[in-house]
């Protein structure tokens, strides 16, 4: 994936100035900035949530901005974006939640009689259990915590086949030990199933110790791109 010069802007300010780098799969990507610097926007950008104004959008060696409609929908069904809110219905079960997501890839009989095949039942479980979820199937999602919730979405994201996963601040208000579960289902998965993982937080130590890759942003600009490790001290003033 290729981003060449892109720039958002809403009608009170621009947000995103020119922004151009290249992503690969299985790397897991810490999009870092102060409040308002267009972590948010970014995602919802690369995730074609939202439009851009200018820029180029490379993958597979085409221009997605380019192409028509239903080659774009194409494509945003492999890159799924995470919001801070799973958003998952409370009273459904986390295999349920899963077995939602696979409703795009079953045969339309099975569609129109709304009624899901036992292999389908046990292919999202290797998905919860991919996220360490396998023992949480019967359980409403309701009853999960908050981490629990955002490795169910990370399953749903899985059993999609998406191609990317754009999680916007997935750990906020969680516990320290859901956040570090989380963010190491986010690490692993990355690495393990090639998936490209972006990921806009507020906490630099997470970047540092989770990431494969830290991009800095400052009022809509990329002021850094380097292999996540410690920021110095210098580095953290160009983002905060």
């Known amino acids: 994936m290729i981003v060449r010069h892109l720039e958002k802007a809403y009608p009170d300010h621009p947000v995103l100035k020119g922004l151009s780098f290249q992503a690969d799969p ?20 690369l995730t074609l949530q939202e439009s851009w104004d200018k820029g180029e959008y490379i993958y597979d060696g085409n221009n997605v901005l380019e192409g ?52 389908e039942h046990v292919y999202s479980n290797d998905f919860l259990e991919k996220v360490g979820l ?6 409403k999602v309701e009853k999960l915590s908050g981490g629990e919730k955002q490795r169910v979405a990370l399953a749903r994201a899985l059993i999609q086949e998406a191609k990317m996963i754009a999680a916007d601040d997935p750990v906020k208000g969680l516990d320290p030990q859901s956040v570090n579960r989380v963010m190491e289902d986010f690490r692993n998965v990355a690495k393990r199933e090639k998936v490209l993982l972006v990921c806009a937080m507020q906490q630099l130590d997470l970047a540092e110790r989770y990431a494969t890759r830290i991009i800095g942003l400052s009022e809509g600009r990329i002021v850094m791109d380097i292999p996540a490790r410690k920021l110095t001290a210098k580095e953290k003033e160009l983002i905060l």
């Open 26 to 45: 299985g790397e897991f990507i810490a999009i870092v900035g102060a409040s308002g610097s267009g972590k948010t926007t970014l995602l919802r950008c």
């Open 68 to 119: 028509n409609p239903l080659s774009r929908l194409k494509i945003r069904r492999k890159w799924v974006f995470l919001k801070e809110d799973p958003g998952l219905t409370p009273k459904k079960t986390a295999i349920e939640s899963v077995l939602e997501a696979r409703w795009s890839h079953m045969p339309l009989w099975r569609k129109v009689i709304r009624k899901s095949s036992m292999d």
């Open 134 to 139: 396998l023992d949480k199937g019967s359980e």
